[in-house]
């Protein structure tokens, strides 16, 4: 059990997660640490889901995406 087992985090993509379709390495490292120590992440957005196939070196995305949100 790590100390974020049981928590799911969904964050938007755009102006949040990255900017400008670039996400900092400062949120790659703490996505990393959360999912490390028990953490589910994932993202909610209004981009396709084959849009975020780009980022699967960058992050691991653990549940469904919500996606075409808000269209």
Same mark, same amino acid.
Request: with cysteine; aromatic share 12%.
């Given at each position: 059990?790590?100390?974020?087992s049981?928590t799911?985090?969904?964050?938007d993509?755009d102006g949040?997660l990255?900017h400008?379709? @670039?996400?900092p390495q &400062?949120?790659i490292d703490?996505i990393?640490?959360f999912q #490390?120590?028990?953490?589910?992440?994932?993202v909610? &957005?209004?981009? &396709?889901?084959e849009?975020?196939?780009?980022?699967?070196d #960058?992050?691991?995305?653990?549940?469904? @995406?919500?996606?075409v949100?808000g &269209?």
């Amino acid at each position: 059990m790590g100390k974020f087992s049981g928590t799911l985090i969904c964050s938007d993509f755009d102006g949040t997660l990255a900017h400008k379709a @670039v996400i900092p390495q &400062s949120n790659i490292d703490a996505i990393r640490y959360f999912q #490390e120590n028990g953490g589910l992440f994932t993202v909610i &957005s209004g981009r &396709s889901a084959e849009f975020f196939d780009a980022y699967a070196d #960058e992050i691991r995305l653990d549940r469904y @995406v919500g996606c075409v949100n808000g &269209s």
